[in-house]
């Protein structure tokens, strides 16, 4: 079993920053892709940002490019969201997810997390 935990969520203004941590533990080396998600009430799940093992691959979607970073240190467990330069359209619950690939799709994750709140205001 893997577990996942975030942290790092909270209330800031547009143009703020904020980082994101989520912290695994169990059989991490089950999986190698890792992943962030969010949803905004009434919206569905959305792909933020992937990574693989290594952390010499990543993605990211459109509207968060050149302004969110996602990294890992493997020796900590430990998987990172830089958010910089804020909009209230981020605001969301974010989750971090793990699975055996890296994928830009939800089905591709096994482990989740349990969210942690993102509120940007205008």
């Known amino acids: 079993q893997v577990q996942l935990v975030e942290s790092g969520g909270g209330l800031v203004q547009a143009g703020d920053s904020l980082r994101l941590s989520c912290a695994a533990s169990?059989?991490?080396?089950?999986?190698?892709?890792m992943a962030w998600f969010r949803q905004a009430p009434g919206k569905e799940r959305e792909f933020v940002a992937s990574?693989?093992?290594?952390?010499?691959?990543?993605s990211y979607t459109d509207s968060v490019k050149g302004r969110f970073t996602i990294s890992r240190d493997n020796a900590k467990n430990t998987l990172y969201l830089q958010m910089n330069t804020l909009k209230p359209e981020d605001t969301a619950v974010y989750s971090c997810?793990?699975?055996?690939?890296?994928?830009?799709?939800?089905?591709?994750?096994?482990?989740w997390g349990q969210g942690t709140q993102v509120t940007v205001s205008s």
């Open positions: 169990g059989r991490t080396f089950t999986f190698s892709g």
């Open positions: 990574i693989s093992w290594s952390g010499g691959v990543t």
């Open positions: 997810a793990a699975g055996r690939l890296r994928s830009s799709s939800y089905e591709s994750y096994v482990y």
